[in-house]
C-alpha cells in the first residue's frame, strides 16, 4: 500500500520550473528583494510567488558591509541555502560578478544549485564589483564577460535546464558606457544562451522602449530606479517587462531606525504606543510563530510522539501567551494581544 501510495502521489513542481514559468508569462513578476530567511519568509507568508536575495541586503543585514564586493562565495551560498530551506517559493539570487572568471561562475551557480536557487543573475562589472547604483562601475571585456555566461550556461543544461541564467549588464552607468553599448552587449549575451537580459540603470522611459526593442524576442527586465517620474505597473506591464524588483526590505530598516530614535526620545512610551497601535497585527505579538512554523511543530509532534508525553506537554497547567494549536488568533483572542 506505501509504495502504491508512493506511486500516485504527485510531484510538488521543481521551483526553478515554476520560476521559469512565471518569468516567461504574460505578466510582470512582482520580485521581492531582501537579504535573509525573514525577509524571505514575510514576502511568501504575504502570497507573493517569488523572492530575491538582494546582494545589497545579504551584505547589510547579515555582514554588515556596503555592497561593494566584500560578499564572498561561501556565505552567499550560505545565506542562499537558509533562504531556499525556509520557503517554497522560487529564490533568485543576485550572484553579483559570478565570484571569478568562467570558472569561479561555474562553481558559484553549481553550488547555488545545490543550495536550492531557482535562478540567478551575473554582472559584467570587473570585480571588485559595486552596487548598480554607485558611481564608478567598471567592466570586464565584452569577450570575458561571454564566456562567462557561456560557462554557466553549460553547466545548467547540465544540471537542470529550468534553473534561470540571467545577464545583468552595467554598460549604461559604468565608466564610458551608454545605451548602445548596453544592447550589443546584452545582445552578445543572448547569443551565449542566457535566459533573461537586464539591463541596469537605463535613464528614461525613451531608453527602456529602445532596450524592449532590442530584446524583443527574449524576457527582459532593467533597474529603472532612476526613472523620474517612477514607471507604473501598467507602463512595465505594456512594456512586457518580465519583472520587477522592489527591495522592501528598506521599508524595514526606515520603519526600525525611526522607532529606534523615538525610543531614545520618549522610552517606554514609544514601546507601548507600539503596542497599542499593533496589538491585533497578525506579527505582533508572538505573531512571527505562526510564519516560522510552530504550529506545524504540534502536528510534527502529534504524528510521532507517545500520547503520554503530548498530555503531559499540554494538559497539564504551563504558563505562555502563545499556544501552538491557536496560534496568533488565540492569543489575540485569549489574551487581547
Not at 554588515?64 to 539570487?93: H, M, S, Y
Not at 555566461?149 to 545548467?156: F, G, H, K, T
Request: a neutral charge.
Amino acid at each position: 500500500m506505501n509504495s502504491a501510495n508512493a506511486q500516485t502521489r504527485k510531484a510538488p513542481e521543481k521551483r526553478t520550473t515554476v520560476l521559469r514559468r512565471l518569468l516567461n508569462g504574460p505578466e510582470c513578476l512582482r520580485v521581492m528583494f531582501g537579504g535573509n530567511a525573514h525577509h524571505a519568509q514575510l514576502t511568501e507568508y504575504a502570497g507573493y510567488k517569488a523572492f530575491g536575495l538582494s546582494g545589497s541586503k545579504t551584505s547589510s543585514w547579515n555582514y554588515g558591509l556596503p555592497d561593494a564586493g566584500f560578499l564572498t562565495q561561501t556565505e552567499l551560498v550560505e545565506v542562499t541555502r537558509n533562504v531556499c530551506n525556509a520557503v517554497k517559493i522560487p529564490v533568485l539570487v543576485d550572484a553579483d560578478t559570478g565570484h571569478g572568471n568562467a570558472l569561479g561562475a561555474r562553481r558559484t551557480v553549481q553550488l547555488l544549485i545545490q543550495a536550492g536557487a531557482a535562478g540567478c543573475f551575473i554582472e559584467d562589472q570587473k570585480a571588485p564589483k559595486r552596487c548598480g547604483f554607485v558611481k564608478g562601475k567598471q567592466l570586464i571585456s565584452i569577450e570575458e564577460a561571454v564566456g562567462k555566461y557561456r560557462a554557466v550556461c553549460d553547466l545548467r543544461d547540465e544540471l537542470d535546464p529550468d534553473f534561470i541564467i540571467m545577464a545583468r549588464t552595467d554598460a549604461r552607468g559604468a565608466v564610458g558606457g551608454s545605451l548602445e553599448e548596453a544592447i550589443r552587449r546584452g545582445k552578445a549575451y543572448q547569443q551565449a544562451g542566457v535566459d533573461v537580459i537586464y539591463v541596469e540603470a537605463p535613464q528614461s522611459r525613451e531608453e527602456i522602449k529602445a532596450l524592449r526593442e532590442a530584446f524583443s524576442d527574449i524576457p527582459f527586465r532593467a533597474t529603472e530606479g532612476a526613472i523620474r517620474p517612477p514607471l507604473t505597473a501598467q507602463e512595465k506591464e505594456d512594456l512586457k517587462m518580465c519583472m520587477t524588483s522592489i527591495h522592501f526590505a528598506t521599508v524595514g530598516t526606515v520603519t526600525m531606525y525611526d522607532f529606534l530614535v523615538d525610543f531614545r526620545e520618549r522610552g517606554e512610551a514609544a514601546w507601548n504606543d507600539f503596542l497599542i497601535k499593533s496589538k491585533s497585527h497578525p506579527l505582533s505579538g508572538q505573531g512571527v510563530f505562526d510564519m516560522t512554523g510552530f504550529p506545524e511543530v504540534v502536528k510534527i509532534e502529534e504524528k510521532y510522539l507517545p500520547q503520554e508525553e503530548l498530555d503531559l506537554k499540554y494538559k497539564s497547567e504551563s504558563l505562555g501567551t502563545y499556544d501552538p494549536h491557536t496560534g496568533r488568533a488565540g492569543q489575540i483572542k485569549n489574551h487581547g494581544y
